[in-house]
């Protein structure tokens, strides 16, 4: 099951993230998908706050991959300059990938497939700012179903 919320403001989308966070577990895989802008991002630091990780979380985007820990550890990827799962294996970063935390990836198609997702967050910037974000988790239909009704 997917669900679509709406989020009018980049603050609504971090909250987002962070109430998305309740459902996530250790060995999770959430592909963050976007256009550049879209809140990617945003959403990674609103599910990181929502697992206890605090100070600054710069974009990964020239380090690939910056860990974090907080009551459960977080991994975030930015795979923009990948373009296959080779690169990905070469530059090490699958030891962090369905392990001790949860891994959230921008730009997963640079270097992951589809089927390796366990959860899947699709950011879309609509005309008038707002931004629609499209969640599906693995297994968790009926706690996303709770999620939506507390929009």
Request: hydrophobic share 40%.
């Amino acid at each position: 099951m997917t669900v679509t919320y709406t989020a009018p403001t980049e603050a609504d989308t971090r909250r987002l993230g962070e109430r998305l966070s309740d459902l996530l577990r250790a060995g999770d895989l959430i592909f963050l998908t976007g256009d550049l802008g879209a809140g990617k991002s945003v959403m990674a630091r609103g599910i990181a706050r929502g697992l206890g990780i605090e100070g600054p979380m710069p974009s990964p985007t020239f380090t690939l991959m910056q860990p974090y820990q907080g009551r459960m550890n977080v991994y975030h990827f930015d795979l923009y300059r990948l373009s296959s799962p080779d690169e990905v294996a070469e530059a090490g970063l699958e030891e962090y990938l369905f392990g001790d935390g949860v891994a959230l990836v921008e730009w997963p198609f640079n270097g992951l497939e589809d089927k390796d997702a366990t959860g899947r967050v699709d950011i879309h910037v609509r005309d008038t700012g707002e931004r629609e974000i499209q969640v599906w988790l693995s297994g968790r239909d009926a706690q996303l179903a709770q999620l939506e009704e507390i929009r």
